[in-house]
């Protein structure tokens, strides 16, 4: 399981090794880069204010497996400085640097800041494609850059608006949050993605109808928002939800995880109840991780405006059951993995 944490002195060694391996791996082991920091040994002693704060996040053995900070860039009004993104080779490929880009900027927006910033460089692509996916728009170079030997620059608007995506068989304007399921995963509300491509990709078909994924502008100002990351109460919350318990959560909206079970047909052996808690926690940490967005109440709906409707192609939808085979099978292969080991 994922724990997210500040850094401390203790992590100071791990997180500087991280950083080093990461940058030697694409030839970044140069002067100009984090590799020669003067700080990096001792990144504790410099992070921990509100303009500032560094990440670690550990695994079940209590391990630090990645990171990500930020700062204050000065050159730029209101902007902070995404920093020192790094996962260990293990903890790649999972989706984690996507979460924790999310994690650092709402710590961002907590902070004050309406911008982030970031320098890479074009060695590190598969960095730059996180980013891009991200939101980011790649910038001319700054007249001021913390490390001169970064060719790549990106910034993103922190805004209280999102653009957001469902997808179903009818053209919706105006959600009705009553309408859904008590016993969905987020209970019941009106469930959105702000991922475009995962909108169209797990559309399914019915006979006689459109598929149509409607889009959307979302303003968030003034709501209460709950955020989940996969860990043991984003585990509860959903065990709770599909058993029937009363949904507790007063706030507007909740964004998090979906069960990889509501995606790939598992026949719902993980919340079945053959599992203790502690083991069905270990199998929804498993494949990847796209995430969801889900308006609670009245007021949510209220603040998000329909912009425009398109319908999938029947081919579209072809194709898409392609990856979703392809990624289903990868899925089921780390499940009966997992399963072994219980």
Request: aromatic share 12%; glycine share 8%.
């Amino acid at each position: 399981m994922i724990k997210y944490r500040e850094i401390t002195e203790s992590d100071n060694a791990a997180v500087a090794a991280l950083v080093r391996d990461n940058l030697k791996q694409f030839n970044l082991d140069i002067p100009g880069t984090a590799y020669f920091d003067e700080g990096l040994d001792h990144l504790s002693d410099y992070y921990g204010n509100g303009e500032r704060r560094y990440f670690v996040i550990e695994n079940d053995n209590g391990e630090v497996i990645g990171g990500i900070g930020y700062d204050r860039f000065e050159p730029m009004k209101d902007t902070a400085e995404l920093q020192k993104l790094y996962l260990a080779d293990a903890a790649k490929g999972s989706g984690l640097g996507y979460e924790l880009i999310d994690f650092i900027e709402d710590r961002m927006r907590e902070a004050g800041y309406k911008a982030s910033y970031l320098e890479t460089h074009e060695n590190l692509q598969a960095a730059i494609h996180i980013y891009e996916k991200k939101g980011y728009k790649e910038i001319e170079r700054p007249k001021e850059v913390g490390h001169s030997t970064m060719n790549r620059f990106f910034r993103k608007e922190l805004s209280k608006t999102m653009l957001l995506y469902h997808t179903g068989f009818i053209v919706i304007k105006e959600p009705d949050v009553h309408h859904g399921r008590r016993n969905a995963d987020f209970g019941q509300g009106f469930y959105l993605t702000a991922d475009e491509e995962f909108a169209s990709h797990w559309a399914v078909e019915r006979k006689g109808e459109d598929v149509i994924v409607n889009t959307y502008e979302f303003d968030t100002k003034g709501l209460e928002i709950k955020t989940f990351d996969r860990d043991e109460e984003w585990f509860g919350y959903i065990y709770g939800n599909r058993h029937g318990k009363a949904d507790e959560l007063t706030a507007d909206v909740i964004i998090g995880p979906i069960a990889n079970d509501t995606i790939y047909d598992t026949n719902g052996i993980v919340t079945s109840g053959f599992f203790k808690p502690e083991e069905a926690v270990r199998l929804f940490l498993i494949g990847p991780e796209y995430r969801q967005i889900t308006l609670k109440t009245k007021k949510a709906a209220a603040q998000l405006k329909w912009l425009s409707s398109r319908i999938i192609t029947h081919e579209e939808i072809a194709r898409n059951k392609e990856i979703l085979a392809t990624e289903e099978t990868e899925y089921m292969k780390l499940l009966a993995k997992e399963i072994e080991k219980l």
